[in-house]
């Protein structure tokens, strides 16, 4: 366990603080806040019809709004002029009171409208994008995503595609409702009356001044807090992984102080955070009672020198709440839109990564490939320009025939293994089957001619029948259970509850060389002319390596297999070995004939065995 591995500058910050009521958060800045939402729009050309609706109808909704107290104004002069003459006009009270029931019912309907309408758009959208996403991660090159973290890619997919929709969501049609209301009620307010307009503009102007110095305040802990949450999560995860490990070396105390450090510094920034950004409503309400006693004060006072109607203290009371609520919604919603930009400028740059050459003119399938011999000619290849990986490789694989790869750790085996597979494109020198390039095939079509069994096992969540025909069509029952039992995994399938229905996830209780067995049967149940078997039975112990090692004899027999093996006591019976170092071949023969040459082929052999039992 390292100590002290984690330190504030070694984070990525993740922007997801809570606020008041959860919507508060600290705003990570894009690089191009107006490009990124250019690019937004241009991406929802097609959806366009759905966003000028419900802006549109955030629109509407603020003009009925701002309609309502001046029929309030009205109502409340005629009600008032009556209670003094004694002559209550109800004709007109109740066709006003229908007019402003129908108001608001009408911007009841409105609302509803704009929010279903900007939901529907957001996850639309969203679901375009994930799919976008899916489709460009399966057609950018191996090598681009070999240079990102599987971490970042997922967070593209999630987090900030989550980011997105959100701030689509509520945020764009609030902001633009937002900003109309404040324009419209301080206009509406001035018109009715200068004098109590300016009051009540001032008052609030005043709170939102307060309410940034707040945010502001505020941003930093929420920013150290998110940072905090990272480490503390990526040190929990840590410990639980090397659970083991921590144990056997009693690291328990170490480990918890590590914990409780952090955690007082997650709660320091937490408390602090969610205080000043507590204040923010509270303050906000204090402005906004403020205000409605100075409008009732300075009202009355106007009202009983006759400068103003009472309907007009009524108007402006309602203008007043209107009024305050838009500047909170301003504050959290640039924030957000902030937030939703750089989520926004990370999705499109991993759109506009260059993609794999298109292939529609290649050759999609090959004529009887079990009879076609692999050659290697003059290969070169780096996973980058300065550093070459394998140099000058030349071979020829004959059909059916059994090939080993061995050599010390970087020799350059699983990347001649990748080469063949096309999974990266040479630097140099041709790959070709049967005569045909691979380059000149479709990847999908070289995929299609070799079965692979890796060291790492790999199975998803889903049942053990549908692992073990994992991308092979029309597969029947017998044929997989026969694969099973050649390898040996039919009994331990038939104890599970439901055989080979059972659905395994990471709970299930399989052993990793129970999970390599499982892949091995895959292989098997694929049926591919040709197989790539990269350290297969590397997880098993000696007695199932022996069970593995009989049903790979089967799998391969008339097949043309490659095996790579640190293991020499697997490869004894290929039918040729080749002896990699620094990504050329050394050497190449039988294990016998390698042997006599007494070269690096027989001391990889006698560091692994004694004399005794080297044969």
């Known amino acids: 366990m390292a100590k002290n591995s984690y330190s504030l500058g070694q984070v990525e910050m993740k922007t997801t603080g809570g606020g008041p009521r959860g919507r508060m958060r600290a705003a990570e800045k894009p690089k191009d806040f107006r490009n990124a939402w250019i690019m937004v729009l241009k991406y929802s050309r097609k959806l366009m019809p759905m966003i000028i609706l419900g802006i549109s109808c955030a629109v509407i909704s603020v003009v009925l709004t701002l309609f309502g107290p001046p029929v309030l104004k009205t109502i409340t002069n005629l009600i008032t002029d009556g209670m003094r003459s004694g002559a209550m006009d109800t004709v007109k009270i109740v066709q006003l009171t229908k007019r402003i029931m129908l108001i608001y019912l009408a911007g009841a309907v409105i609302t ?17 994008m994930r799919r976008d996403i899916s489709d460009k991660l399966n057609s950018i090159p191996l090598s681009r995503s070999d240079s990102s973290s599987f971490g970042d890619l997922l967070s593209r997919v999630t987090n900030d595609v989550d980011t997105l ?44 001044i307060a309410m940034r110095r707040l945010i502001k305040l505020s941003q930093p802990y929420f920013t150290k807090r998110s940072v905090l949450l990272g480490t503390l999560n990526g040190h929990i995860e840590e410990m639980y992984a090397g659970h083991l490990i921590v144990k056997g070396y009693n690291g328990e105390d170490e480990s918890e102080q590590v914990f409780q450090a952090i955690n007082e510094k997650l709660y320091d920034a937490n408390w602090k955070s969610q205080f000043l950004s507590g204040l923010m409503m509270p303050f906000m309400e204090f402005v906004s ?22 309907g007009v203290i009524v108007a402006f009371i309602v203008y007043v709440k209107l009024f305050t609520q838009p500047l909170t919604q301003v504050a959290e919603g640039t924030t957000s839109l902030q937030t939703a930009a750089a989520a926004a400028e990370r999705i499109f740059q991993l759109f506009q990564e260059e993609e794999m050459e298109d292939e529609s003119g290649k050759i999609t399938q090959l004529e009887h490939p079990e009879q076609a011999e692999i050659v290697f000619d003059h290969v070169r290849f780096g996973y980058t320009p300065e550093r070459t990986i394998i140099h000058d490789f030349s071979f020829t694989a004959r059909p059916g025939s059994h090939v080993a790869i061995v050599g010390p750790t970087g020799a350059g085996k699983t990347t001649l293994v990748n080469l063949l597979m096309r999974f990266y494109e040479l630097n140099g020198g041709s790959i070709s089957i049967g005569g045909t390039r691979t380059s000149d095939m479709t990847r999908e079509c070289v995929h299609s001619l070799f079965g692979m069994v890796l060291q ?30 050649a390898v040996g995994i039919d009994h331990y399938i038939s104890s599970l509850p439901d055989g080979y229905d059972t659905r395994l996830n990471d709970d299930s209780n399989m052993s990793v060389g129970q999970r390599q067995l499982m892949t091995i049967a895959r292989a098997m149940i694929h049926n591919a002319p040709f197989l790539i078997l990269d350290e297969a ?39 040729t070995i080749l002896v990699m170092k620094d990504g050329d ?31």
């Open 112 to 128: 509803y409208i704009e929010a279903y309408t900007m939901t529907t758009y957001s996850a639309r959208l969203t679901q375009m």
């Open 165 to 208: 929709n959100m701030a689509l969501d509520r945020t764009v049609a609030e902001l633009v409702a937002a900003i109309l209301t404040f324009a419209g009620c301080a206009v509406m307010m001035v018109l009715t009356d200068v004098r109590m307009g300016l009051m009540a503009i001032v008052f609030s102007l005043l709170g939102f």
């Open 289 to 310: 009672n403020i205000g409605y006693v100075a409008v009732c004060v300075y009202g009355a006072y106007l009202v009983s020198t006759g400068a103003i109607d009472f």
């Open 456 to 485: 790492d096992t790999w199975l998803f969540n889903g049942t053990v029948r549908d692992n073990l025909i994992f991308g092979k069509k029309d597969v029947t029952d017998a044929e997989m259970v026969a694969a099973c039992r």
């Open 537 to 575: 039975t590397s997880s098993v112990d000696t007695r199932t390596e022996q069970i593995v090692q009989d049903a790979m004899n089967k799998l391969t027999a008339g097949r043309t297999s490659f095996t790579i093996a640190h293991r020499l006591s697997t490869i004894r019976s290929a039918d």
């Open 585 to 615: 071949i050394v050497e190449t023969g039988t294990h016998a004939e390698l042997l006599a040459k007494n070269g690096v082929y027989a001391d990889l052999w006698n560091s692994q065995f004694t004399e005794g039992s080297a044969i």
